[in-house]
């Protein structure tokens, strides 16, 4: 158990929907990120946010938003939902990112998003 | 931009063969390198990592020095267990780039008793 949970763990829903994902992450971790994981694109970096600050974007939508609450809990909102959307999203979390060393994330254990 | 090819699967052993799973990376400046593993049905898991020129990683006897001149980073294991089977993904994370993880495709390893 990595200590980041993410709810719910499975999701089907309807093109055109809104869903949204949530991610808790490691007592004591400031960062967070979102990957998804698809068969054509395989793991792709979405977003980060640090202590509630957006951080770094990778390879994120327009369609879909993110955002770390007080509490440093996040969620991954994915709207106008499209077949391609469908994929394992993942969360990770880390004490806080240094630019000068690496700090080790931790995963939680997925979301798989069906859209049907 | 980062980039990390590693070999395409299914790689499938017999117990107690030979594991050797390679990665090469493209990045600038000096990346940290890893291993991270996904067991059915679960998230990804580090299994190794490498930080600078000539590091090696291990764990669980996992092997995998960090290579700058073939900037590769393969993973080897000397004797595989069924319980080895799971998909392997090598990844970098690049200074310039923030703490973001940039991962290969992934190999799957398959191993029989």
């Known amino acids: 158990d990595s200590g980041v949970t993410q709810t719910p763990k499975h999701l089907i829903t309807a093109t055109g929907q809104r869903v949204t994902l949530r991610c808790s992450p490691r007592?004591?971790?400031?960062?967070v990120y979102w990957y998804q994981q698809s068969l054509d694109q395989g793991l792709q970096f979405l977003i980060q946010y640090y202590n509630g600050e957006e951080r770094a974007k990778g390879n994120i939508l327009e369609r879909f938003s993110a955002q770390q609450f007080p509490d440093l809990h996040s969620e991954l909102n994915l709207s106008s939902l499209e077949l391609g959307d469908s994929a394992l999203y993942f969360c990770?979390?880390?004490?806080?990112?240094?630019?000068?060393?690496?700090?080790?994330?931790?995963f939680g254990p997925g979301t798989r998003l069906t859209v049907l | 931009g980062d980039s990390v090819t590693q070999m395409e699967g299914p790689v499938t052993l017999s117990e107690e063969a030979f594991l050797t799973i390679n990665c090469t990376y493209t990045?600038?400046?000096?990346?940290?390198l890893f291993w991270y593993v996904q067991y059915p049905g679960e998230g990804l898991q580090l299994l190794l990592k490498?930080?600078?020129?000539?590091d090696k990683g291990s764990n669980k006897g996992f092997e995998a020095t960090y290579r700058k001149e073939t900037t590769s980073f393969h993973l080897e294991k000397g004797s595989v267990q069924v319980s080895d089977s799971a998909v392997y993904f090598c990844a970098l994370s690049g200074k310039a780039a923030g703490n973001k993880l940039t991962f290969g495709g992934g190999t799957r390893v398959l191993v029989k008793p």
């Open positions: 007592s004591g971790d400031l960062s």
């Open positions: 990045a600038t400046g000096y990346p940290s």
């Open positions: 490498a930080t600078k020129a000539d």
């Open positions: 990770a979390s880390s004490v806080e990112p240094t630019g000068v060393s690496y700090n080790e994330q931790f």
